[in-house]
């Protein structure tokens, strides 16, 4: 069951210009809402993470939007330059011991010099 | 800070043979995942650990997939014997666990390819 789901599936962007991914969410025990960025052959790691409680946060060029009613929340890169080119996957972490990771399925940014 | 450490980097296996993967976390990280990414898709975990302990295995196929965490820190995952939708990279990830609260940062290694033939 895809409980974070995620578009758009791969993105072309011109330098400078904003980039945009969505993802939405189904189950309300999420609680933690990282984005993780992927190069080719590497692992991902950890880009800006937001709490439910919060309906914007910002980081450099990277901010992330959270609309806690419908569920959903977004990546927005700002300036967007040929090294933001990677894959981008939104994550959920839900309350409890675990506080396991479901991630989205991943969005493949190509910003084009 | 050294980062998590998989070797190797590369496998091609015939189908019905075994492999199998290491894992060397961040010392210190109590908690270690093994995650299955699918070409094209995110990564779906398959186990995790708190110390030496499994939390959750609940989306690792027993019937073919094992893994352990010897002494607490560094891990093996296990396919025997592997099938052609096997092919996939394995992640490793740690995290310091549940003392670093809600905000508790898993750091992934760089995989391991796994092409099942």
């Known amino acids: 069951q895809q409980q974070v789901k995620q578009s758009p599936q791969s993105l072309i962007v011109q330098k400078g210009g904003i980039s945009i991914i969505n993802c939405a969410y189904e189950?309300?025990?999420?609680?933690?809402f990282p984005w993780y960025q992927q190069f080719p052959g590497k692992g991902p790691a950890l880009l800006i993470a937001?709490?439910?409680?919060?309906s914007e946060k910002k980081e450099g060029r990277f901010t992330i939007s959270f609309n806690k009613s419908a569920k959903q929340f977004s990546l927005h890169i700002m300036d967007s330059q040929p090294g933001d080119s990677a894959t981008y996957f939104c994550a959920a972490k839900r309350a409890g011991s675990a506080r396991q990771l479901t991630f989205g399925s991943g969005t493949q940014l190509t910003v084009l010099p | 800070e050294a980062g998590v450490a998989q070797s190797p980097r590369y496998k091609i296996i015939e189908k019905r043979q075994s492999v199998a993967f290491w894992c060397n976390p961040i010392s210190g990280h109590a908690t270690l995942y093994w995650y299955q990414q699918i070409l094209g898709q995110g990564p779906k975990l398959l186990i995790q650990f708190q110390n030496n302990g499994v939390v959750d295995d609940s989306q690792l196929p027993k019937d073919r997939f094992s893994a352990e965490r010897l002494k607490g820190v560094d891990s093996t995952l296990k396919i025997q014997p592997a099938k052609l939708e096997d092919s996939a990279v394995y992640l490793c990830?740690?995290?310091?666990?549940?003392?670093?609260?809600?905000?508790?940062?898993?750091?992934f290694g760089p995989g391991t390819r796994l092409t099942v033939l």
């Open positions: 990830a740690s995290s310091l666990g549940s003392l670093a609260g809600v905000t508790d940062t898993q750091y």
């Open positions: 189950n309300t025990a999420f609680d933690y």
């Open positions: 937001i709490r439910p409680d919060v």
